[in-house]
């Protein structure tokens, strides 16, 4: 059974940085693919960072390019998303996503509040 347990998020103020960790059980694969979506108020859910540790190779939304980072934890099948110099407009519900391929669908996680306020 496959499960994503999310940790970090909080409310701060703009400028300020945070940090996301995300861990992944229940998967066969040795590597998988994962990343980060957020969903604020009336909006739909966008990806903002995904990471493929097998190629090392990274994506991130053009509004976060610059300030946040995504890396792999210190376990296999964990994530960490560094979000630096916060803005009001990053306030939303951010959730971690892993998948086995990219040609299947995400399993989710819990979802944390990341608040930033002016």
């Known amino acids: 059974q496959v499960q994503l347990v999310e940790s970090g998020g909080g409310s701060v103020q703009a400028g300020d940085s945070l940090r996301l960790s995300c861990a992944a059980s229940?998967?066969?694969?040795?590597?998988?693919?994962m990343g980060w979506f957020r969903q604020a108020p009336g909006k739909e859910r966008e990806k903002v960072a995904e990471f493929y540790s097998r190629s090392g190779s990274t994506y991130y939304a053009d509004s976060v390019k610059g300030r946040f980072t995504i890396s792999q934890g210190n376990a296999e099948n964990t994530v960490i998303l560094q979000m630096n110099n916060l803005k009001p407009e990053d306030t939303a519900m951010y959730y971690c996503a892993a998948r086995p391929t990219k040609d299947t669908q995400w399993h989710w996680g819990q979802g944390g509040q990341v608040t930033v306020s002016s």
């Open positions: 229940g998967y066969t694969y040795s590597r998988i693919y």
